[in-house]
């Protein structure tokens, strides 16, 4: 597995506290920690790395384990706020952990990052609990769903050398946590040349990194070719498992994608209309599949956005006579105001979800989404970065654990929908 570095932000401040050492108690004020004149006489980490020159350190020992000081015990509240104690009352091992090849510091069983901040433990039997800021729950047990591919090179509390290795099931080693994922949804993704490869996984990095591709997966099922008669099968409103993409509709919009980018404007037959359309038709379905995980009050939330956007659109553009569609079409002077992110969106509410997950899914047409449609921008970014509150119920502790695994490896990073 490749080593990559660590994605997660430089630690601008420690824990906040007191040190008791010697008999003494110095207070520690964001990592600095603080002599009785108030004066800086040392830095805690927050994973419990310590230096100073105070009792027993000076600078030149660099930096040196809480473990290691005899007496020396830390009592407070990590950046986030959550409870820190130091060096805790469990042991664990000591040694490297390549989390989804983000390389990690285990001490004592307290797993950081290269930048000292603390993001979970490591046990002797291999068990990672990863510490949750976004809930402030300090110690949550991954399983095999949520944990990513992890190798341990090190020592087990009691020093004996050990070496431990956890692989997800059909997952590739030399490969990351979103590439795997994608390649298991996309059935026969091994089969396509490179620029269709290319486009699977522009279209679907978001949704891997954020942990959302999985639960689709598991719950809903993959994306295949097959012989339909149009772009994809299986979609609006009807229970349905697999996509089911058709060759040479997919070779179509990879050409368009190519041209134009994720968003084309496009002639129709009645001049001198055009509509516009999204060149991401695996997102698309993704869109479908995503919407059946979604909770009953999000689905009304985005029903209720669709209605106001058709009629809206039915005030500003009317179908004009002689067209026999449901897409929203205009003129060429009319594509910048127009209501939906695309023609195709107009037609059904689910039509309308699917096509703003696939304007959400890449960078160029997020953008444009979120001037065009902030309502539908906003359900998604919530969708993205807090689907404890979009999704079902049944989803929720799932999500919750994986997207702080992702979080620690290096996949779900804090600009992942930055514009």
Not at 99 to 120: E, F, K, M, P, S
Not at 278 to 299: D, K, R, Y
């Amino acid at each position: 597995m490749s080593t990559k570095v660590s994605t997660m932000s430089e630690q601008s401040q420690g824990p906040s506290g007191f040190i008791e050492l010697g008999g003494e108690m110095f207070l520690v004020d964001y990592g600095r920690i603080c002599a009785a004149d108030g004066s800086q006489c040392g830095y805690l980490f927050e994973d419990g790395y310590l230096k100073g020159n105070f009792g027993p350190l000076t600078e030149k020992h660099g930096l040196v384990a809480i473990d290691d000081i005899e007496g020396c015990v830390f009592r407070g509240i990590d950046s986030s706020g959550m409870e820190l104690d130091l060096p805790g009352v469990r042991v664990g091992p000591d040694g490297t952990l390549k989390y989804n090849g983000v390389v990690l510091t285990v001490i004592n069983g307290r797993i950081a990052t290269q930048d000292h901040r603390l993001v979970g433990e490591f046990d002797d039997d291999g068990e990672v609990y990863v510490r949750d800021r976004e809930i402030k729950e300090p110690r949550r047990k991954l399983d095999e769903h949520t944990q990513l591919n992890s190798y341990f090179e090190g020592n087990r509390s009691d020093g004996s050398a050990w070496t431990h290795e956890f692989g997800r099931p059909l997952y590739r080693k030399n490969l990351s946590y979103s590439d795997n994922e994608i390649i298991r949804y996309f059935d026969d993704f091994d089969k396509l040349n490179t620029p269709q490869k290319q486009y699977v996984m522009e279209s679907m990095r978001l949704w891997a990194s954020c942990g959302l591709l999985q639960i689709v997966r598991k719950s809903e099922g993959v994306a295949q070719f097959g012989n339909v008669r149009h772009g994809a099968a299986g979609v609006t409103g009807v229970r349905h498992g697999n996509v089911t993409l058709d060759k040479e509709e997919f070779e179509k919009e990879i050409m368009l994608y190519k041209r134009f980018g994720p968003l084309a404007v496009i002639a129709i037959r009645l001049q001198p209309y055009v509509e516009v359309r999204v060149n991401l038709v695996v997102s698309h379905e993704f869109g479908h599949q995503l919407e059946f995980v979604l909770s009953q009050a999000s689905q009304t939330l985005i029903t209720e956005l669709y209605e106001k956007h058709k009629a809206k659109s039915g005030r500003y553009y009317p179908l004009p006579n002689g067209y026999e569609g449901y897409a929203e079409v205009l003129t060429p002077q009319q594509v910048h105001q127009r209501v939906f992110i695309s023609g195709y969106a107009r037609t059904s509410m689910h039509e309308y979800w699917a096509e703003c997950v696939a304007a959400f899914s890449v960078k160029d047409s997020r953008k444009m989404l979120k001037e065009l449609d902030p309502g539908a921008y906003a359900i998604l970014r919530d969708v993205v970065t807090n689907p404890a509150k979009m999704i079902r119920p049944v989803f929720r502790e799932q999500i919750m654990d994986l997207q702080t695994s992702l979080r620690i490896g290096g996949e779900y990073t804090e600009d992942l929908i930055a514009d």
